[in-house]
Each structure stands twice: as C-alpha cells, then as structure tokens.
C-alpha cells in the first residue's frame, strides 16, 4: 500500500484531499499541520484529521524557525515583492515543504500532496522546494487533478462521503495568514476598480476609527535584526506578535495591489501586515542612517531580485545563498535605534540613532558649526560636470 504526506489545514480543499487521495491511491494519509502563526487553535485538527481518514497527524509549532529561517533573511534584504508585498505566503511555503519532506522520509511515504491551486503561485514554491531537496519523491497535486470545479462541487462531494467539514465558516474571500502577515483574495477584491469593503479586513482597525492619540515605539536592530522594543530585549516571535497588535490598532499594515503572479496572471490581492511594515520601514531607516550611498543603492538592486527569488519559488537556488553572503556583509553595521510614530494607518519614522551613523551633523549642518569646505565643491563640480560641457561646445560648434 502507498503512504502520502499531505499538507493539511483543516479546511475544506484538504479535507477533500485526504479523502480522495485514500480512495484514488488505496493509500495511508498522514496529515501534517505547521503553525507559523496563523493565529488558529489547531488542537481540533487532531480529531479531525483522523475522522477526515488520515491514519496519523503531526502537528509542529514552526513559529521561532519561520522567523529566524525565513523571516528575517528577507527582513534583512528589504525583500518586498514589487515594491509592496512583504511575501508572508511566498516565505511560509519552502518551510512546510521541507518538513513535509522529512515526514516523508521518517514514515517512508512514496508521495507527498499539498492542496494549492493550479493557477496560483504555491504550488511551484512548494513543488520547487522539492525538487531542491528531494528530486526523487513523488508529487501529488490534487486540485489540479480532480473533477471538482466549485466550492459547490466540494461541498457536495464532502456530503456524499460524510466528510466532517464546516461549512459555517463560508467567507467570500481566500485567505492565507502567518505570522509575516495576512493575504486576502476573492470575492468583492476581485474587481480591482472596487475599494475592499472593511469586512475584508481580518485584523487592522479602520484607520478612520483608529485612536486620536499616536503610539511611540522603538526598535533597537543588531547587525539588521530587532532585537528589543522600547529597551527591553523580546523573543522574535513576541516582537512579531505585538506589532501586528499594536499596528493593527493604530490601523496600520493595509496594502491593497494588482501583482504579476509568476503563472503569468495578474491578480488584485490585499495584504494585512503591521509588523512587517513597521519592521521594514524601521530597518530601511537604519540603512539610510548607516550604510554608504553605493552599498546603499546596490543593495536596492539586490533587494528586488531577493524579493523575486522568494515570490518564485526558487529559496534554495544558488543565487539566493550567493545573495545572502552579500546581504549579510552589509548589514554588519546595521545596528541601532529607530523611533517609530504609528498613527492613524500610518507608521512614521521620527528618529534614528546608531553607533555606526555615518551622518555627521558637523557637515550637514546650515549654521555656524558648519565644518564643510564650500570651496572644495567648485572643483568636484567642475570636473563631474566636465562631459557634460565638452559635449554641449561641440553641439555649438557644429
Ligand atoms: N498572492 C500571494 C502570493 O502569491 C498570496 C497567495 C495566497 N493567497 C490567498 N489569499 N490564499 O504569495
């Protein structure tokens, strides 16, 4: 008999899944269930997987190796999918795919399945990350398989095979969440022309009720990585936690764009993400503080690609670990303190300081402590511009 792996969350896909993959196979179903914090109490899964028709489940708390994994390389990288998303979905995938690998191999499984769409980007992360690390275990896509072609469908089909589902629980969106963030889709968002009703948001106040009063915050960042809010040193996964709190109070985190989805479609997706907007905008102010302009505008180059490498699929290609030795190496001085206004959907940077800061008030300054040569920028003036004039003199003379 054959023994599938299968990435189970407990809803209505995955339930099916498990199911039909007994049936079709004449297989034993493993479940397996990772928590990266979708903020869901995951003890009933147990119950359910095996009434599902799962012969055993696992259930891991992978919140602290998400973070430090996968987190905040791209933290680290400034890694934000067009200029926007910060890639809470797209980070989530390689890790539960290599666990599932792992339970694979520990229950020598033949196969493993996840329930991702056939026109949507998770299954080529997940489908990528084995290859990468196991190019030998079979792979089993039932969504793109089956006959099932509507929430309806599998419903039914749920019904007829008395598969415990609750179908209660209907929204009109489809929504992936972690701790990185929340992603939102379907229903009224897929018109693009149309503001996201107020129910399409999971957890971020309305800016319009958010407190008249701003929030202070700081964050203290070592060698790229927060380490403490406001002075007191605070485990990864608990900084994580009451930023999405705190931001989401003050109506923060809200990102609402049409992406490229890597299959070719364009989709209009929102994004609920208070912490990793907070934590961005904080490290990007670190940067400007500490980091030379050329390293600086390098690393945007970087940034962009890093962020493609994560949105593909492609987290454990040789470019991605080249890159991440030239991240590492500039953000040895990204060490020190910004001072973070969060005010009415807002997060405002209002201060930064860093025993690296190569800012230098002497030289900045427009008052008489002025310590700049103005004269020296006659001659750097005079030779930057030097093409530009040997040009215009022949443009003259012709
Ligand atoms: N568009 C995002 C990505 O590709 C999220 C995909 C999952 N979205 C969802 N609402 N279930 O990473």
Redesign the pocket.
């Known amino acids: 008999m054959k023994k599938i792996v299968v990435a189970y969350s407990g809803g209505l896909d995955t339930s099916i899944i498990i199911h039909w993959l007994k049936k079709k196979y004449n297989a034993e179903i493993i479940a397996y269930t990772a928590d990266l914090g979708q903020g869901e109490y995951l003890e009933p899964l147990k119950k359910k997987a095996i009434k599902t028709g799962a012969s055993k489940i696992y259930i891991e708390d992978l919140r602290e190796e998400f973070v430090k994994e996968y987190v905040f390389p791209s933290l680290k990288a400034c890694a934000l999918?067009e200029n926007k998303?910060p890639?809470?979905?797209?980070l989530g995938?390689p890790l539960i795919a290599k666990r599932l690998l792992e339970i694979a191999k520990k229950e020598k499984a033949d196969a493993v399945a996840h329930g991702c769409t056939g026109k949507?980007?998770?299954q080529v992360?997940f489908e990528a990350t084995f290859a990468a690390l196991n190019p030998d275990i079979e792979v089993i896509a039932p969504l793109r398989e089956w006959e099932l072609k509507s929430r309806e469908e599998e419903i039914d089909y749920a019904i007829k095979h008395k598969i415990p589902v609750d179908i209660t629980k209907k929204s009109p969106?489809?929504?992936?969440r972690n701790l990185w963030g929340i992603?939102?889709?379907?229903g009224a968002l897929e018109n693009p022309w149309k503001e996201p009703p107020e129910d399409a948001y999971q957890i971020t106040q309305s800016p319009l009720k958010a407190s008249n009063k701003p929030a202070y915050i700081e964050i203290y960042f070592e060698a790229g990585i927060p380490r403490k809010l406001n002075g007191k040193s605070i485990k990864s996964v608990n900084l994580i936690e009451n930023l999405n709190q705190l931001g989401a109070q003050n109506g923060v985190g809200r990102i609402d764009m049409v992406?490229n989805?890597?299959i070719g479609i364009k989709?209009r997706?929102i994004?609920e993400a208070p912490a990793a907007v907070i934590l961005h905008n904080a490290h990007n102010a670190l940067e400007a503080l500490v980091l030379d302009r050329e390293t600086m505008h390098f690393k945007q180059i970087i940034s962009q690609k890093y962020a493609e490498i994560i949105?593909y699929g492609l987290w454990h290609s040789s470019l991605k670990e080249a890159l991440d030795e030239f991240v590492d190496k500039t953000q040895e001085n990204v060490t020190g303190t910004i001072k973070i206004k969060l005010y009415k959907g807002n997060s405002t940077i209002v201060g930064r300081k860093s025993k690296f800061s190569l800012y230098s008030e002497n030289l900045a300054t427009y008052t008489s402590k002025d310590t700049f040569d103005h004269k020296s920028a006659k001659g750097f003036i005079d030779i930057w511009s030097l093409p530009l004039k040997i040009r215009a003199l022949l443009e003259k003379n012709r």
């Open positions: 999918y998303y890639l809470a979905t797209a995938r949507g980007n998770d992360r969106y489809s929504i992936d992603s939102i889709e379907c992406e989805r890597l989709s997706e994004y949105y």
